[in-house]
C-alpha cells in the first residue's frame, strides 16, 4: 500500500474508534461495532490538514482505490450524509490505527 493509502487508513482508522467509543458511552459502556465511521466532510478536512490530500477529487480517486480492495466502505444516512468506514473487526481496526506508516521503531 502506498504511504498516502496507508496515512488516509489510518487517518480513518483512528477516528473510526473514537466515534464508536464515544457511541459506546452513549449506549452505557455497552460494546458495539467499529461501524460509525467518519462522515466524510470531517474526513476530507482532516486529511486536508494533514494534507494528506489537496482536493475533494483527489480524496475521491484514494477512496475508489481503498474501495476497490474492499479496504473502505461508504454509506449515506437518512439525511444523505456520507460516512466513511473500516469494514473490518474492531482488532483489525485498531492495528490499521497503530500501524507506523514510516516503518520507524
Same mark, same amino acid.
Given at each position: 500500500?502506498?504511504?498516502?493509502?496507508?496515512?488516509?487508513?489510518?487517518?480513518?482508522?483512528?477516528?473510526?474508534?473514537?466515534?464508536?467509543?464515544?457511541?459506546?458511552?452513549?449506549?452505557? %459502556?455497552?460494546?458495539?461495532?467499529?461501524?460509525?465511521?467518519?462522515?466524510?466532510?470531517?474526513?476530507?478536512?482532516?486529511?486536508?490538514?494533514?494534507?494528506?490530500?489537496?482536493?475533494?477529487?483527489? *480524496?475521491?480517486?484514494? *477512496?475508489?482505490? *481503498?474501495?476497490?480492495?474492499?479496504?473502505?466502505?461508504?454509506?449515506?444516512?437518512?439525511? %444523505?450524509?456520507?460516512?466513511?468506514?473500516?469494514?473490518?473487526?474492531?482488532?483489525?481496526?485498531?492495528?490499521? %490505527?497503530?500501524?507506523?506508516?514510516?516503518?520507524?521503531?
Amino acid at each position: 500500500m502506498a504511504p498516502r493509502h496507508a496515512e488516509l487508513m489510518k487517518l480513518l482508522a483512528k477516528q473510526q474508534i473514537a466515534n464508536s467509543e464515544k457511541e459506546d458511552e452513549k449506549e452505557g %459502556g455497552r460494546p458495539k461495532a467499529l461501524a460509525v465511521g467518519m462522515e466524510y466532510r470531517e474526513f476530507k478536512k482532516e486529511a486536508q490538514a494533514k494534507l494528506l490530500v489537496t482536493s475533494d477529487t483527489q *480524496l475521491q480517486q484514494f *477512496l475508489v482505490e *481503498l474501495r476497490a480492495h474492499a479496504l473502505v466502505h461508504t454509506k449515506r444516512n437518512d439525511d %444523505g450524509v456520507e460516512f466513511i468506514s473500516i469494514p473490518h473487526p474492531p482488532g483489525l481496526v485498531a492495528m490499521i %490505527g497503530d500501524f507506523n506508516v514510516s516503518g520507524a521503531k
